[in-house]
């Protein structure tokens, strides 16, 4: 084939749109790439932001951050990942969760200690998720603008936004998670296993049914890539794990040998073993314990953002049945309420799954991926940035001064007992007591108006009991709060 010089302008001409169309594509690459690194700092410094108010103004209660705290200082002092329970009895917390995430962080904290460190690494993580959602979603969806917008609809998505700052605990290490697995679905993507294996070891360690969820992602890969044996492999790995952590650790370090958190699951049979058979037995009792009006409400806000996408890569979702089915079969309805860390082991996979769903409509890429962003967009209001600007006003109040007062009249150390949200700031210590409990507590430290007491009556009438009690002394009092010393404590 020979061309003339009458085709020579033409051919240059089409070699010069096709230049523009690469250069056009590329910059437009380069400013999808700026904003979503942009989106993330913004988002994380903003969260970080919330996150430290909510404790500063002394809004943040005991559990979890108090709980995660004194885990991490205990190891750091020598006794493994100790902690007092709300009642007053020193055990391991591998008797609750199978978290051993914790002990990763002892050497930040013997760098930086302050509970301050775990709310900042959580908002920085959470954050950090959206880069894997934008890189797969550019990858199958062919267009970094699409990317752009999953990684923002991860980012607006409520379930994100309560994990990156949690009001109710500030700090769950299963929050970690959240990003975690979103790099192992990419490392297994891009066939990384090594890189994967990391990650999803990490992940593993955050609390004890992640690694089922993450042995699931064994499945979607034996099916996606064919890689029958390495996918059985991770989901042999992952269920095994799980099962050691529910049926052996937890109740080996359990005070009473049992899963504490059984009692939640009495209705469809207590023990995995009464679940199983409550399922062949009296499967009714499952549809009575899920169908009810707040757990519909749960899954709306959970599965509705991303319009069903999820729905077209079943495999992938998969992996959020295990925390699904933990969340929706208890009796306790903080674990189907958004502002929980119950979502945690749930939004990686609603995401990635609704990325590939995307993914089956290519063509319409951009238009798809613009929906799901705005499905996401049109609940993010519910967020817990929404408290940012009561707590901020709280700051210079002098109920903030009274309590920063009274807090540093308790010495370092010693065994104290404290309301809720005080005990928050108190937890880097070997024994520290929720107040009513005392025990072998030197010192109380109490604020009558915290809100998290149910029976506030009651609560109040014990306050008084002691102030009135003649062993302990009364150190400080103002606005109601109140801090004591026991007679003959020696401490200053």
């Known amino acids: 084939m020979t061309v003339s010089r009458d085709d020579v302008p033409a051919l240059q001409t089409a070699l010069g749109a096709l230049r523009l169309r690469v250069v056009d594509r590329a910059a437009s690459a380069s400013v999808a790439r700026r ?37 991490i200082w205990t190891t750091l002092h020598g006794h493994f990942l100790e902690t007092t329970t709300l009642t007053g009895r020193q055990m391991s917390r591998l008797g609750v969760h199978v978290d051993p995430f914790l002990v990763l962080l002892v050497p930040f904290y013997w760098l930086w200690s302050s509970p301050l460190l775990l709310v900042v690494v959580q908002a920085v993580a959470v954050a950090s998720g959206a880069l894997p959602v934008y890189w797969l979603a550019r990858k199958h969806l062919d ?63 955050t609390k004890e049914e992640i690694p089922l969820a993450v042995g699931c992602l064994g499945i979607w890969y034996a099916v996606r890539k064919g890689r029958r044996l390495v996918g059985a492999g991770i989901f042999g790995i992952g ?81 959020a049945v295990p ?52 499905g996401a967009a049109s609940v993010a209001i519910f967020s817990p940035i929404y408290f940012l600007k ?58 009558p108006n915290d809100e998290t007491y149910g029976d506030t009556a009651g609560y109040r009438r014990v306050i008084r009991e002691y102030e009135s009690n003649r062993q302990w002394q009364t150190v400080y009092s103002s606005h109601g709060v109140t801090v004591l010393r026991k007679q003959g404590d020696a401490s200053p």
């Open 239 to 319: 269920l095994a794990v799980t099962l050691v952590d529910f049926l052996v650790i937890i109740p080996h370090f359990s005070p009473s040998g049992i899963n504490p958190f059984v009692g939640r699951y009495q209705d469809v049979g207590t023990t995995p073993g009464g679940i199983l058979h409550t399922l062949f037995s009296d499967p009714i009792a499952f549809v009575h314990a899920v169908a009810t009006g707040h757990k519909v409400l749960y899954l709306v806000l959970l599965l509705v953002p991303f319009l069903g996408l999820w729905l077209l890569e079943p495999l992938l979702f998969l992996g």
């Open 323 to 374: 925390d699904l089915a933990i969340n929706l079969l208890s009796s306790k309805s903080d674990q189907t309420s958004i502002p929980f860390h119950w979502t945690a082991g749930i939004i990686p996979f609603v995401v990635a799954a609704s990325v590939f769903g995307a993914a089956r409509f290519k063509r319409n890429a951009l238009r798809v991926s613009l929906y799901a962003m705005c």
């Open 35 to 71: 904003v979503v690194y942009a989106g993330v700092a913004s988002y994380a410094a903003l969260f970080i932001l919330a996150a430290v108010v909510h404790y500063e103004v002394f809004l943040t209660a005991r559990p979890d951050l108090g709980h995660m705290v004194q885990a």
């Open 390 to 447: 009561g707590d901020i006003g709280k700051l210079n109040s002098p109920m903030h001064a009274v309590k920063a007062h009274a807090l540093d009249l308790i010495p370092p150390g010693v065994p104290v007992s404290a309301s809720n949200q005080l005990g928050g700031h108190l937890s880097e210590r070997r024994y520290i007591y929720s107040f009513p409990y005392v025990r072998g507590a030197r010192w109380i430290i109490v604020d």
């Open 143 to 205: 267009s970094d603008r699409a990317g752009a917008h999953f990684a923002f609809a991860y980012l607006l998505y409520p379930a994100t936004q309560f994990n990156a700052f949690t009001i109710t605990s500030s700090f769950h290490s299963v929050a970690i998670a959240v990003p975690l697995i979103l790099f192992a679905i990419w490392f297994l993507d891009e066939d990384r296993l090594l890189p994967f294996a990391l990650v999803a070891l990490l992940a593993a360690t």
